[in-house]
């Protein structure tokens, strides 16, 4: 069975949108991921801050790096996030994805989206169905 990290590079290889984002892989293993990228101005919305389906792409990249570094194959089947501040351009964020529960079948993730700081910008949860399947 591949590693996490095995794992995440043949994803991430594969992962046009994953790249256009800038997204870099800070760490994962098993059931784990952080990400970083940039906001930059092709991001942002009529508000000038970044459109909210940035950070919902960013957390979703660590919902499946984080679910699929078990080594096998899991997809998401259900995700929620709440967008509780403005993410400005220029802004550096994180997304850390941890595993909440795993079954056979099923995952729970927690995603949170972080600032430099720290400071949370944006909470998002995600279920995966986990297939028979290895990469």
Do not use: C, H, P, Y
């Given at each position: 069975m591949k590693?996490?990290?095995?794992v995440v590079d043949i994803m991430f290889?594969?992962?046009?949108?994953?790249?256009w984002l800038g997204i870099k892989v800070e760490e994962t293993k098993a059931g784990y991921c952080r990400l970083s990228m940039q906001v930059r101005?092709?991001?942002?919305?009529g508000f000038k801050i970044a459109h909210g389906g940035i950070s919902y792409a960013?957390?979703?990249?660590?919902?499946?790096?984080?679910s699929n570094g078990h080594g096998t194959q899991?997809?998401?089947?259900?995700?929620a996030i709440s967008h509780l501040k403005p993410i400005k351009?220029?802004?550096?964020i994180e997304a850390i994805a941890s595993e909440i529960r795993k079954s056979r079948s099923l995952g729970v993730y927690e995603v949170k989206v972080l600032?430099?700081?720290?400071?949370?910008l944006a909470h998002f949860k995600g279920t995966v169905f986990r297939k028979d399947l290895e990469w």
């Open positions: 590693s996490a990290k095995e290889q594969g992962d046009a949108f994953s790249q101005e092709e991001m942002t919305n960013l957390a979703d990249s660590a919902l499946a790096f984080a899991a997809l998401s089947i259900e995700t351009e220029g802004s550096k600032d430099e700081a720290g400071e949370l």
